[in-house]
């Protein structure tokens, strides 16, 4: 399943979180319900159900919209919502602990800890970049950041969605073509804390990092590019929000 950022549903989404973010919960609320109305699969249903559920007034309203978002979680199963999981039961845990279901509290709190392992997503994966590189050639962490200036990146970034390196790409420093690398990573990785539960429920950019190198198996030249417009709001979303990476 590829995430989709023009999808009408994910826009409705966005618009809501505007609202939020621009203190008018109520117009929000009704942005997210809207996007639940007008669902038609199980990741609008998903995504829409998070966004409503954390509008609810009281515990058991809320608990009802988190168990709608993990009944939708669980029929999709795959890399764009397990990582939604862990605070997906915690947030179930919580509200049975809000009404004093200790035992379902409890329950809920240890599958949340149970999904917190290592991402199980089996790629292929890949990385955008200006920089002119061969096969065999190894991407390594310590570079400088291609949004905060002056910061040396602790790890190495990489995403599972072709058109995703290609943003990055896009954004990347430099005056080079922009290239989007197939890369394997040689050591352990985890999900991208800069994006995963921070707009969207989970990680469905599929986006991680690790601080062992990525090998580069191949190359890519087809996949979706942004307009001149769209890369100039990603711009200006980046230099709004370069303060908050997380490295």
């Known amino acids: 399943m590829e995430f989709d950022r023009n999808n009408d549903i994910v826009k409705l989404c966005l618009q809501g979180m505007s ?18 109305n007008e669902a038609t699969d199980d990741f609008e249903k998903f995504m829409s159900a998070h966004y409503v559920a954390r509008h609810q007034d009281n515990a058991a309203a809320t608990l009802k919209w988190l168990e709608t978002t993990l009944h939708f979680a669980l029929k999709i199963d795959d890399d764009t919502v397990r990582s939604a999981f862990p605070s997906l039961y915690a947030n179930i ?12 509290a409890k329950k809920n709190y240890e599958l949340a800890a149970s999904f917190k392992d290592k991402p199980c997503d089996k790629g292929p994966f890949y990385h955008g970049t200006k920089a002119d590189l061969q096969v065999g050639d190894l991407l390594t962490a310590g570079g400088a950041s291609n ?7 602790n790890h190495i970034y990489f995403t599972a969605l072709a058109n995703g390196a290609g943003l990055a790409a896009a954004l990347a420093k430099g005056d080079g073509r922009e290239r989007v690398y197939i890369v394997e990573p040689t050591g352990s990785f985890e ?5 995963t539960d ?10 991680y990092r690790s ?8 190359e890519i030249t087809e ?13 200006e979303m980046v230099a709004r929000n370069k303060g908050k990476i997380i490295n």
């Open 223 to 235: 996949w979706v590019r942004q307009t001149p417009e769209e890369l100039q709001k990603w711009r």
């Open 211 to 218: 601080r062992a190198p990525l090998r580069i198996t191949g």
């Open 198 to 207: 921070k707009k969207f429920p989970g990680n469905p950019t599929r986006s």
């Open 191 to 195: 999900n991208d804390p800069n994006v």
């Open 93 to 104: 845990a919580g509200c049975h602990e809000e009404m004093n279901d200790a035992d379902s």
């Open 147 to 153: 949004y905060k200036t002056g910061l040396a990146m």
């Open 19 to 36: 609202m939020e973010e621009n203190g008018k919960p109520e117009e929000a609320k009704k942005l997210f319900i809207q996007a639940w």
